[in-house]
């Protein structure tokens, strides 16, 4: 299954860029079945999806944060790491780091993902 | 962009059934899956592509996604599923999360 532990400071000031790591356990970043994703939570509200990558470097972000974040993977630490660029107080939330496992969806006929493993999360602030 | 509608909250009596739907357009062409949040926890994923639960998850968790509505239904409701729970698709490159809705056991 694998576990997950995300990593950073947990304050960052206003316009600086928010560095975090997710460090991979019990499981291998190498595998082409999975992809490895960011989920932040601002406190008292939902799940915002950040973008996810792939061990051979293919990217998804959501479109809302696409100009500011940045997703890479290290295959030799068994890590991926997210930053955000001038950030604000908006980006002060809980940060996630999540596995996607493939899966073969016999209603859609087609591979698909979920977030099978995500990591506790860790919190960010940001504040001069 | 892709939007999924859930009720902020919904109320149920232990031993009851609670059912969260998740509208959008569609959606019944897609794959939705489910999750649940305790207070101070990660996620964790309860069922997957519409109506499949993983290893571990009671068979009182169950989804169905037809036409507009994905809904998530808890059987026999138990305190331990006081939580918020959260509907999610891929649309074409990104994932889309749900507002959440928040159970809670009377």
């Known amino acids: 299954q694998g576990q997950l532990q995300e990593s950073g400071p947990g304050l960052v000031k206003p316009s600086q860029t928010l560095s975090l790591t997710c460090t991979v356990s019990n499981a291998s970043i190498n595998s082409d079945t999975f992809y490895w994703s960011w989920i932040r939570q601002p406190a008292g509200k939902g799940l915002e999806w950040i973008g996810r990558i792939q061990a051979s470097g293919s990217t998804n972000y959501n479109p809302s944060l696409k100009s500011r974040v940045t997703i890479s993977v290290d295959t030799s630490k068994n890590q991926f790491s997210l930053k955000v660029r001038s950030v604000t107080a908006a980006d002060t939330a809980v940060y996630f780091c999540?596995?996607?496992?493939?899966?073969?969806?016999?209603?859609?006929?087609?591979?698909?993902?979920?977030?099978?493993?995500w990591g506790k999360g860790t919190t960010v602030t940001v504040s001069s | 962009s892709y939007v999924l509608t859930q009720p902020p909250s919904v109320s149920v009596a232990p031993g009851q059934t609670a059912r969260i739907t998740c509208g959008g357009s569609y959606i019944g062409s897609k794959s939705v899956h489910w999750y649940q949040q305790r207070p101070g926890q990660a996620p964790m994923l309860v069922v997957y592509?519409?109506?499949d639960r993983p290893s571990g998850i009671p068979e009182r968790f169950s989804g169905l996604n037809s036409g507009n509505t994905a809904t998530l239904t808890i059987s026999r409701v138990e305190a331990a599923d006081e939580a918020d729970y959260y509907c999610q698709v891929w649309d074409s490159d990104h994932w889309v999360f749900g507002g959440g809705t928040k159970v809670t056991v009377l």
């Open positions: 592509d519409d109506t």
């Open positions: 999540a596995k996607e496992s493939d899966f073969w969806s016999s209603s859609l006929y087609d591979y698909y993902y979920y977030m099978d493993v």
